[in-house]
């Protein structure tokens, strides 16, 4: 995108992707820097991340993702974006970065079958239900997925990995003892 990218990835180690962007961050911010002559950062403020519950919504990742630059006006389909992995994942078209997960390999067994149902998955648009949770999974650092895995995920890294209630919790009603005046 213009402003900003997606990675979906499965990382080896819990710390991938936080040592993927320190070194793209360090390498090729600098290496940009040298090449334009220009100084500072490249990229705007920290990058945002979220588990996500492969089985319910790595499909769904994956077409938010492949259809940005559709929904930002770029590019009228999703394979005219030369960035996308939509190319290879619906059109067969090799590239070194993809890896296919095993969610997308379940889709069928023949590669040509595989990206016949992956393009099916294109058909209808994205509802918006799932378009804001990914959003604020990813804005919130939440987990995006059932609400046992946000839980599992939750007693993993000792905090809440859902959004919370906005405002200050309320105050409870005080009991009828409390409201009568001392003698």
């Not at 499965?10 to 100084?39: C, E, F, H, W």
């Not at 077409?63 to 394979?79: D, K």
């Not at 996308?84 to 079958?113: F, K, M, Q, T, W």
């Not at 804001?132 to 650092?141: E, L, P, S």
Request: proline share 7%.
């Amino acid at each position: 995108m213009t402003n900003h990218l997606h990675l979906l990835m499965t990382p080896a180690t819990d710390r991938g992707p936080s040592l993927l962007m320190k070194g793209l961050g360090q390498g090729y911010v600098q290496y940009i820097n040298r090449t334009y002559r220009r100084t500072g950062t490249l990229f705007e403020g920290r990058f945002r991340s979220s588990v996500i519950e492969a089985d319910s919504y790595l499909l769904a990742c994956q077409r938010y993702i492949e259809l940005n630059p559709v929904r930002a006006h770029m590019v009228q389909a999703p394979g005219d974006y030369p960035w996308s992995s939509y190319r290879c994942n619906a059109l067969g078209v090799g590239d070194p970065v993809v890896v296919p997960h095993s969610i997308y390999c379940a889709l069928a067994e023949g590669e040509e079958a595989r990206r016949a149902r992956y393009l099916n998955l294109f058909a209808d648009e994205i509802p918006e239900g799932d378009l804001t949770a990914i959003r604020d999974a990813t804005n919130g650092a939440f987990a995006l997925g059932s609400e046992r895995f946000q839980r599992q995920i939750a007693s993993m890294v000792g905090r809440r990995t859902w959004p919370g209630k906005s405002g200050r919790p309320r105050k409870e009603a005080p009991d009828d003892d409390q409201l009568k005046l001392p003698i």
